[in-house]
């Protein structure tokens, strides 16, 4: 795994993709590419550079949920050829640097960049007072390529980070996937619940999320479930528990088809398939029942049709362990 680095840290000299390069979707795979090939060219280290936490969240305090999470990114990136990521720790006192003081202290004394791409887009400094002309004028004063990406639209409008979380808070999650170039996926520890899903015949993995993960739009899910490399049909509810619980907070529980597995303590990676419903409330415990076990039938279609198989087959390299029971 590629290393998750200070600034200080880095090792140089350095071809720099720069920007957050949240969601890692074409256009910013554009701009690593342009890093990788002229790091290879001038042996240079092919290197991401991105701030954290987001400006906003330091200057004006808005919570800033992410797609991609530093520690995830690393494993999108190293298929991309980048050999290590470089988190800028973003102060107020940073946010005071004119575009010169970034360019000298940050991108020449700190980082040793010689190559520097960016999206056309792309401000810096003091008041976003830097755009890329500013760059280039500072980069060709000290000796740095800048590399300027087009931004990329398609027949809607541009592809951009912000666009993937309006599909994903609209729980769309085909176009979510086909936006990323993958699948969205996210996840956490299990931990222990409180038995509501075992006393209703449907026992779940409670998954603990990183608070700062975006997450899709409320509701059930058909899901596949990764554990261990394994891929696991499963249903999700992501939200709060309106008929059994309706003070409770909202929560990630996972329910695995035809599997029966101790969980506590593991890693499990989600990926939402289909938006099945929304949250409702129920008459009774009993209507709650009936609607779970629709929603079970549900997602077990959808994903044998995209799987091709059976999903409540045994993955081939599971083993012959005897079943045991899920996290309640």
């Known amino acids: 795994m590629i290393p998750l680095l200070s600034p200080e840290a880095a090792r140089g000299p350095t071809a720099i993709a720069l920007g957050s390069f949240d969601g890692l979707h074409e256009g910013h795979r554009r701009v690593i590419a342009s890093v990788t090939r002229r790091a290879a060219e001038r042996s240079l280290v092919p290197t991401v550079v991105s701030f954290w936490p987001h400006p906003r969240e330091v200057l004006f305090g808005e919570a800033r949920l992410r797609?991609?999470?530093?520690?995830?990114?690393?494993?999108?990136?190293?298929?991309?050829?980048?050999?290590?990521?470089?988190?800028?720790?973003?102060?107020?006192?940073?946010?005071?640097?004119?575009?010169?003081?970034?360019?000298?202290?940050?991108?020449?004394?700190?980082?040793?960049?010689?190559?520097?791409?960016?999206?056309?887009?792309?401000?810096f400094g003091a008041g976003r007072s830097g755009d890329i002309h500013t760059l280039q004028q500072l980069g060709g004063d000290h000796g740095i390529e800048v590399l300027v990406q087009p931004l990329l639209s398609d027949q809607q409008e541009r592809l951009s980070s912000s666009r993937i979380r309006r599909?994903?808070?609209?729980?769309?999650?085909?176009?979510?996937?086909?936006?990323?170039?993958?699948?969205?996926?996210?996840?956490?520890?299990?931990?222990?619940?409180?038995?509501?899903?075992?006393?209703?015949?449907?026992?779940?993995?409670?998954?603990?999320?990183?608070?700062?993960?975006?997450?899709?739009?409320?509701?059930?899910?058909?899901?596949?479930?990764?554990?261990?490399?394994?891929?696991?049909?499963?249903?999700?509810?992501?939200?709060?528990?309106?008929?059994?619980?309706?003070?409770?907070?909202?929560?990630?529980?996972?329910?695995?088809?035809?599997?029966?597995?101790?969980?506590?303590?593991?890693?499990?990676?989600?990926?939402?398939?289909?938006?099945?419903?929304?949250?409702?409330?129920?008459?009774?415990?009993?209507a709650l029942v009936d609607q779970i076990g629709r929603d079970a039938q549900e997602a077990e279609r959808l994903l044998a049709s995209a799987a091709g198989v059976g999903v409540g087959q045994a993955p081939a390299d599971e083993g012959g362990d005897g079943p045991q029971q899920q996290n309640p």
């Open 67 to 123: 797609l991609d999470l530093p520690s995830e990114k690393l494993s999108l990136l190293q298929p991309l050829g980048i050999q290590q990521l470089v988190l800028v720790p973003f102060t107020r006192a940073l946010a005071q640097f004119s575009p010169e003081d970034f360019v000298q202290k940050v991108l020449v004394q700190q980082l040793q960049a010689q190559v520097v791409a960016v999206g056309e887009n792309f401000r």
């Open 167 to 286: 599909a994903l808070a609209a729980g769309e999650l085909g176009q979510a996937a086909e936006l990323l170039g993958r699948p969205y996926r996210f996840g956490g520890l299990v931990g222990h619940g409180r038995g509501l899903g075992r006393q209703l015949g449907w026992p779940t993995a409670n998954l603990q999320v990183d608070g700062r993960k975006f997450l899709p739009l409320e509701g059930v899910y058909a899901a596949w479930a990764w554990l261990d490399h394994q891929r696991l049909p499963a249903v999700m509810n992501l939200g709060p528990q309106p008929t059994v619980d309706p003070t409770a907070p909202s929560a990630v529980e996972v329910h695995l088809l035809g599997r029966q597995l101790d969980l506590v303590g593991a890693e499990l990676l989600v990926e939402p398939v289909a938006l099945l419903r929304r949250q409702q409330r129920f008459e009774n415990v009993e």
